[in-house]
């Protein structure tokens, strides 16, 4: 049975740090493109962060040098490591597991492209 779940969501002043987990189990996550996702009220999702198969990561110009996507194959968990954070970074925060079937040293393009999504955590950045 195929799980995500995210957690280490949670209220932060700006310019702190939070660092969120996801927890997936029925599948292998370096198997996948796994990425981050967030929405907040009033937008569509976005893509934020993803790391490819290889384990080459891609990040939206919002983040670079804030957000660093990484994973650890042996527990089977992503991360997003969010420095510097800041109060537009307030969102529902997603994981999200791709279809096996997309390009190894790439992410896909599309949100067409995800197989599996977790329920989200909450971040809230206050200024």
């Known amino acids: 049975q195929v799980q995500v779940a995210e957690s280490g969501g949670g209220l932060v002043q700006s310019g702190g740090s939070l660092r969120l987990s996801c927890t997936t189990s029925?599948?292998?996550?370096?198997?996948?493109?796994m990425g981050w996702f967030r929405q907040a009220p009033g937008k569509e999702r976005e893509g934020v962060s993803c790391i490819a198969k290889t384990g080459r990561t891609f990040s939206v110009d919002s983040v670079k040098g804030r957000f660093t996507i990484s994973r650890d194959t042996a527990k089977n968990i992503l991360y997003l490591q969010m420095n510097n954070l800041k109060p537009e970074d307030t969102a529902m925060y997603y994981c999200a597991a791709a279809g096996v079937q997309y390009g190894s040293d790439s992410c896909p393009a599309t949100r067409n492209a995800i197989a599996y999504w977790g329920q989200g955590t909450q971040v809230t950045v206050s200024s």
């Open positions: 029925g599948f292998t996550i370096e198997d996948r493109a």
